[in-house]
């Protein structure tokens, strides 16, 4: 199983250094993209879409929490590189698999990178759960639990299966980005919707699906549903 990961790291010989250890002690990892900066960081993640991101903190004048606000919801494991050791409870937050302080050994890393392992295979090959920016910090679901995700007015509010709703200041364009991977499908310019939980889609009256909820929700013109199994 092959782990694509992308390194943010501000320091070149830090970068060549973790590059080089990956590729002698964790062979199932490919490094696909490396940035010295976090706006670089931001543009590789959404364009490569890694599954793992090694994040140092430190960037010059962007904090890596900084970069990971741009990119919410997270929709890759990460794992923390830094000099400093005062940043436990904002990796916590952010669901980070593991948090190694610099300078740290081949066998540290290799640590981590079995912590990332043993939770992908967990999970199917992708994260089990998802940091929701919320006005105070992050709500971390499953992905199983939201049934669907509508936007308005800047924010958007994730509806969960058990009837729950999570209110978060983030744009639903930013958020489909990273759900879209996940059977995750947007219908409408006002929802995305986890498409496990679609019971049915009718093209009467402008088109609409029924979520598993009871809930009938619009789709937008031109709208087909993706297939699941083709009969």
Same mark, same amino acid.
């Given at each position: 199983m092959k782990i694509k990961a992308v390194i943010v790291e501000d320091e070149e010989n830090g970068l060549i250094n973790l590059k080089n250890k990956l590729k002698k002690y964790c062979p199932q990892v490919e490094v696909i993209g490396t940035?010295?900066?976090?706006?670089?960081? !931001?543009? +590789?993640?959404?364009d490569l879409k890694p599954d793992l991101v090694f994040l140092d903190?430190?960037?010059?004048?962007?904090?890596?929490?900084?970069?990971?606000?741009?990119?919410?919801?997270?929709?890759?494991?990460?794992? !923390?590189? +830094?000099?400093?050791?005062?940043?436990g409870v904002e990796a916590v937050k952010a669901n980070a698999v593991d948090y190694l302080k610099k300078p740290f050994t081949h066998t540290e890393l290799v640590e981590s990178v079995q912590k990332v392992i043993k939770r992908q295979s967990s999970l199917g090959d992708k994260p089990n759960r998802l940091a929701i920016p919320v006005s105070d910090g992050y709500r971390l679901v499953s992905l199983e639990e939201i049934l669907y995700v509508s936007g308005a007015n800047q924010r958007a509010v994730f509806t969960l299966f058990n009837g729950e709703e999570i209110d978060s200041p983030r744009l639903l364009g930013k958020i489909t980005t990273a759900l879209e991977k996940f059977e995750f499908h947007r219908i409408h310019r006002s929802f995305v919707v986890n498409i496990q939980y679609v019971e049915s889609y009718s093209r009467t009256d402008g088109g609409y699906v029924i979520m598993s909820?009871?809930?009938?929700?619009?789709?937008?013109?031109?709208?087909?549903?993706?297939?699941i199994i083709s009969i």
């Open positions: 940035c010295l900066t976090a706006e670089e960081g !931001i543009k +590789t993640i959404r903190i430190q960037l010059g004048p962007v904090n890596g929490f900084d970069l990971l606000t741009e990119l919410e919801p997270i929709g890759f494991h990460l794992i !923390i590189t +830094t000099n400093h050791s005062d940043y909820n009871g809930k009938r929700l619009p789709v937008a013109k031109g709208f087909n549903p993706p297939t």
